[in-house]
């Protein structure tokens, strides 16, 4: 499932995409991940397009990464704390095939931040293989808008070749359902 959060991150803070100079390590998903403990970009490729994740973006970029985490405490008042040192950037281009995410990335909140409209998020409901293709749902995103995404749920994304796709991302370990009630909570003032 994919549910809007909120439109109005546009302008709060910002990030040079293109002056982002880290490493890129290629990863082979459900393969053990070899954290180095410096910023990287860490890349999963298929013949269909890539999926590239920062990782410890804060240590090059802290202002980007505590305005981020300042923002999402003020969408979840007092529910869940988001911390800097979890905000990353993760970019796609091309298709990105069916899968669950991996490493206790149960739920996660996007953002978009450049060219957010160009690709297609799809989701089962019925979280299978078997029927992903008949039962998808499909969801464009927007740059500026934030989004809570069920990643333990099968996801893919179609898009353009030659267009990167960037995004805001906080993985949690937390089941989806669990984030938007206590969203709700904050919402309502609970």
């Known amino acids: 499932m994919i549910r809007l ?15 982002i100079d880290m490493p890129l390590f290629a990863h082979v998903y459900g393969c053990s991940l070899d954290y180095s403990a410096e910023p990287f970009w860490m890349r999963y490729a298929s013949p269909f397009g890539s999926l590239t994740f920062s990782r410890f973006l804060y240590k090059k970029y802290p202002d980007f990464t505590k305005g981020v985490a ?48 160009v690709a297609i998020t799809s989701y089962s409901p019925t979280n299978t293989l ?3 293709h008949e039962d998808k749902v499909d969801f464009q995103c927007v740059d500026g808008a934030t989004y809570l995404l069920n990643t333990s749920n099968i996801h ?35």
């Open 130 to 132: 078997v029927r992903y």
């Open 70 to 117: 300042e923002y999402l405490n003020g969408l979840f008042k007092s529910k869940i704390k988001f911390y800097h040192e979890s905000v990353n950037i993760f970019y796609t281009e091309g298709d990105i095939v069916p899968h669950r995410d991996e490493s206790g990335r149960v739920s996660s909140i996007n953002i978009g931040l450049k060219n957010s409209d």
């Open 156 to 190: 893919a994304v179609s898009g353009p070749r030659g267009v990167c796709r960037y995004m805001i991302t906080y993985s949690l370990g937390i089941e989806y359902a669990t984030v938007l009630d206590m969203l709700k909570q904050d919402l309502n003032g609970n």
């Open 5 to 19: 959060i909120d439109s109005s991150f546009n302008n709060r803070v910002s990030i040079d995409l293109d002056g």
